[in-house]
């Protein structure tokens, strides 16, 4: 079963395949929007729609390692990168949602949202975390940069998965519906801690 995981992983076709679900969910927000599917507040159901697929592509990429150490399956690893920059988008598209949509691209009024509100400078924070894991993603990052200082500086995704969940978490606590972000806060300790027993059994 291994070796036919395996293979199929290692296929052609598996990273286009992962690049296209990836984009799915896009597709869908998009053909939601042409068809009145957002509720009775299109803008806020895109603007929430984009940051749930953020955190599913962030979570997913954080899972990637523990999947490929439970499993055996190195080829896992290369698709790490991609998920992560499809966060990258998917972040950048709801902040880019929230400052259209919300705002109406009036700056003075953008900041003074992100200062007055917290779960918006949360937000915000967790973005400009992943803009540097983005853009040095590549393999040509890691060779000017050297392979630990790159790791140092990806290891920021730890931060902004957490500050992304605080925001969460507070944006649905105006609702009092913390459901979901239990279920997601869940995941992550999980996805976290597997990470510290890993280090702590190395040491």
């Known amino acids: 079963m291994t070796e036919v995981a395996k293979s199929l992983w ?15 969910p896009l597709a869908w927000l998009i053909y939601a929007i042409g068809t009145n599917q ?6 806020e159901g895109l603007i929430r729609g984009l940051g ?4 599913r592509a962030l979570w997913l990429t954080l899972a990637i390692t523990p999947l490929r150490q439970l499993s055996g399956i ?10 992560g920059l499809f966060t990258a988008l998917y972040a950048s598209l709801h ?17 003074a949202d992100i200062a007055k509100r917290p779960f918006i400078w949360m937000g915000f924070s967790a973005w400009v975390l992943m803009l540097p894991l983005a853009a040095t993603s590549f393999n040509r990052a890691i060779k000017a940069m050297g392979a630990a200082r790159w790791q140092a500086l990806h290891r ?3 931060a902004a998965a957490v500050i992304a969940l605080l925001h969460f978490i ?3 606590a105006g609702k009092h519906n913390f459901a ?4 997601y806060g869940v995941l992550l300790a999980g996805l976290l801690g597997w990470r510290v027993w890993k280090k702590t059994r190395r040491g």
């Open 10 to 24: 290692l296929h052609p076709a598996a990273k286009p395949g992962l690049f296209v679900a990836c984009l799915l």
């Open 170 to 172: 507070w944006m649905r």
């Open 52 to 55: 749930d697929w953020t955190l």
């Open 156 to 158: 920021l995704v730890y």
């Open 74 to 83: 190195a080829a896992l690893a290369r698709f790490r990168r991609m998920l």
């Open 95 to 111: 902040l880019l949602a929230y400052a259209w949509l919300d705002q109406g691209f009036d700056l003075p009024t953008i900041a």
């Open 180 to 183: 979901e972000p239990a279920v």
């Open 38 to 43: 957002l509720g009775a507040n299109p803008a």
